[in-house]
Nanobody, 118 residues
Framework: QVQLVESGGGLVQAGGSLRLSCAGS????????MGWFRQAPGKEREFVAG????????RYLDSVKGRFTISRDNAKNTADLQMNSLKPEDTAVYYC???????????WGQGTQVTVSS
């Protein structure tokens, strides 16, 4: 059974940092892009960041550029999202994803809550 499991969410004050981690199991994701989406209450789910299998190409939502950094470790089947200078508008459930390209996502995690207080 293929699974993506997120960890690292929580409550943080504005300006603080959190690091989300995603652990994949059930298959190797070495040939897959990995990424993160988020969904805030009452809003549509949106793409936050993605990284190709080699790590050579990354993509970010404009509002998180310069604050968030995505990375991956193919040997460990993991992908992380380092989030700095957090803002209340970053509050959302964050989902780890994996797919064949940065536009096609085949696997989704269950999500982890990130809450940023003002």
């Amino acid at each position: 059974q293929v699974q993506l499991v997120e960890s690292g969410g929580g409550l943080v004050q504005a300006g603080g940092s959190l690091r989300l981690s995603c652990a994949g199991s059930g298959r190797s994701f070495i040939n897959y892009a990995m990424g993160w989406f988020r969904q805030a209450p009452g809003k549509e789910r949106e793409f936050v960041a993605g990284i190709v299998w080699s790590g050579g190409i990354t993509r970010y939502l404009d509002s998180v550029k310069g604050r968030f950094t995505i990375s991956r470790d193919n040997a460990k089947n993991t992908a992380d999202l380092q989030m700095n200078s957090l803002k209340p508008e970053d509050t959302a459930v964050y989902y780890c994803v994996a797919g064949r390209t940065l536009s096609n996502w085949d696997y989704w995690g269950q999500g982890t809550q990130v809450t940023v207080s003002s």
